[in-house]
């Protein structure tokens, strides 16, 4: 029900711009979010985004550098992320909760990231 796409490897400095399409229910999700995943290292949020009303937030360590957005038309969820350091590389995982307050209860299979000269 989400499938993410967009990843590769990225030198330092550089952009690059995750899409997440989502489907079923997921689709229709109140909050939609994104993690990532270094080796060694548990999962950790990156950026998430709600409606009604909208609004984002941000990991410390991505704040400035990273934007989430939706498309509701299109089923889709972006994330953008500029000025990519080493620290940066990971898996990156798309989520949805359905509702306020819910679990994150549909995750895509991620999409590997990274950052190397």
């Known amino acids: 029900q989400l499938v993410e796409s967009g990843g590769g490897l990225v030198q330092p400095g550089n952009s690059l711009r995750l899409s997440c399409a989502a489907s079923?229910?997921?689709?229709?999700?109140?909050?939609m979010g994104w993690f990532r995943q270094a080796p060694g290292e548990d999962r950790e949020f990156v950026a998430g985004?709600?409606?009604?009303?909208?609004?984002?937030k941000y990991a410390d360590s991505v704040q400035g550098r990273f934007t989430i957005a939706r498309d509701i038309r299109k089923n889709m969820v972006y994330l953008q992320m500029n000025s990519l350091k080493p620290e940066d590389t990971a898996t990156y995982y798309c989520?949805?909760?359905?509702?306020?307050?819910?679990?994150?209860?549909?995750w895509g299979p991620g999409t590997q990231v990274t950052v190397s000269s």
């Open positions: 989520a949805a909760a359905m509702y306020k307050g819910s679990d994150w209860s549909f």
């Open positions: 079923g229910r997921a689709a229709n999700a109140y909050g």
């Open positions: 985004i709600v409606q009604h009303p909208s609004s984002t």
